[in-house]
């Protein structure tokens, strides 16, 4: 039986959850789902500018845990903007708070 996934956190609920190609009109697409916790890794390593360590700290999370959540966001990113897809950004586990390092295990 799998562990029960614990909860990552993430900064606030992103304002826009909608991305699509221009001039394709909505019924020719094939959509993607980014997961908030996804967006979030990837605002920490990529926008922000942060270690993995760092990042992984923040959203409460263990380093490799991090890793996999950043490299499947920025495939699904990838994978959108060459084949024309929509991003549709909801779902995943985590609650929404300011980052705070609590020390002990991550």
């Known amino acids: 039986m799998a562990r029960p996934r614990k909860c990552r956190r993430i900064w606030q609920m992103p304002a826009i959850t909608y991305f699509k190609p221009g001039g394709i009109p909505m019924r020719g697409l094939e959509e993607i ?8 890794a990837i605002r920490l390593k990529d926008l922000e500018g942060l270690s993995q360590e760092e990042a992984a ?3 409460n999370i263990s380093q490799p ?3 996999r959540i950043l490299t499947s966001g920025r495939k699904k990113i990838a994978d959108a903007l060459f084949n024309g897809k929509a991003i549709q ?8 708070g300011p980052h705070r390092y609590r020390g002990g295990r991550i």
């Open 33 to 40: 789902i980014l997961n908030c916790e996804e967006l979030e």
């Open 65 to 67: 845990t991090f890793h």
């Open 89 to 96: 950004i909801k779902g995943g586990t985590f609650v929404v």
């Open 57 to 59: 700290k923040k959203m």
